[in-house]
């Protein structure tokens, strides 16, 4: 087996791996990607690596890393944040020690590249790559939560929030800083040019309102999310719900092979005692006018119950933990953490 970087000519097998990978134990979705590299484009330091059987030329595993410097407990610190780690479900056997192997590579390079420690999100539901994480000496340091709210009728807007479509990355992201200010995880500058082309392609809007404020990320263009698996539920009350969807508006209940279209809101700024109603409302009404599906909007456990009311009424809702693998010794890493969207 031989471990060596992507290359553009890997595309179309990645695409592949990542289609007949679909995630989640409820609701089953796939990912049908166009260019498996756009996410780690995103990061300006970044390295693609995979596992290929030299023999038949065929793509066993892959995954992503991306070094970074952080503000963590007041100090700067470099981490490589993990991601795209992938399995062929149609290798034949060994895929867990082929992963492991990877995942060793991964602590060398990332260590010559002056990293700490390695973190990345896993979800709670993940048990097989729970079960991985645990065997190479990870440690769970916090969990975000992710709701799915349904967008399916017009909500009564409120005149006093501001829609803004042209965001200055530089100027938002200092103000940023400024809030998130007692979030462990907070990512130093890296490319300015970089994040504002990010910014140009993927952000329709950020929404505020006071001293509350969110931003809408749409990369569904970069990718069509497939239903491969839904619960016996939704199978049952589906036909109950198309039939009744033509009298009044329900949420979309979606069947196996639907594709759904969702729009990701990020940093929520929330103080405490102010309601994240006008924000939702607003988005929820863009949503509709562009036909997406669902909104997901997520808050970190840590940040105070007042965060939850985010996902009064979602769909459904799923946790994320975030994981660290030291490769000097233990570094603390406190929550609530930030959550960079490009982690998504």
């Known amino acids: 087996m ?4 992507a290359v553009p000519e890997d595309n179309q097998a990645l695409c592949r791996m990542e289609l007949l990978a679909p995630q989640g134990s409820d609701i089953r979705i796939t990912e049908n990607r166009r260019n498996f590299f756009f996410k780690s484009s995103m990061f300006p330091d970044n390295e693609l690596l995979v596992i290929e059987n030299e023999k038949t030329g065929q793509l066993i595993s892959v995954m992503a890393y991306a070094p970074m410097d952080f503000r963590i407990g007041g100090e700067t610190v470099r981490a490589a944040y993990m991601f795209d780690w992938r399995t062929n479900p149609e290798a034949q056997r060994g895929i867990d020690r082929t992963m492991l192997r990877l995942w060793l590579t991964l602590q060398d390079h990332a260590r010559a590249k002056g990293a700490r420690f390695i973190f990345g999100h896993v979800k709670s539901d993940n048990n097989r790559a729970i079960s991985i994480y645990d065997r190479v ?24 929030v501001q829609i803004d479509t042209k965001i200055n990355a530089i100027q938002d992201y200092h103000e940023m800083e400024q809030v998130f200010a007692d979030h462990d995880m907070w990512p130093l500058m890296d490319n300015p040019a970089l994040r504002q082309e990010s910014y140009d392609k993927y952000l329709c809007a950020k929404i505020s309102k006071g001293s509350t404020s969110c931003k809408i990320w749409d990369v569904s263009h970069e990718y069509d999310r497939i239903v491969m698996g839904v619960p016996r539920l939704y199978r049952t009350i589906r036909p109950l719900c198309n039939a009744l969807g033509k009298i009044i508006a329900l949420p979309k209940i979606p069947a196996s092979g639907d594709s759904i279209k969702i729009w990701s809101l990020f940093d929520l700024v929330l103080p405490e005692g102010e309601s994240p109603v006008p924000l939702l409302r607003t988005a929820n009404n863009m949503a509709l006018k562009a036909k997406v599906d669902y909104l997901v909007v997520s808050v970190d456990l840590a940040q105070g119950s007042h965060m939850l009311a985010a996902g009064r009424g979602a769909l459904a809702s799923l946790d994320f ?10 570094q603390a890493v406190k929550s609530p953490t930030y959550y960079d969207i490009r982690y998504l």
């Open 137 to 160: 000496g990870t440690r769970t340091e916090g969990t975000r939560r992710f709701f799915t709210l349904p967008v399916f009728h017009k909500m009564p807007a409120d005149l006093d």
């Open 321 to 330: 933990h975030l994981f660290i693998s030291d490769l000097e010794g233990k």
């Open 2 to 5: 031989l471990i060596r970087q």
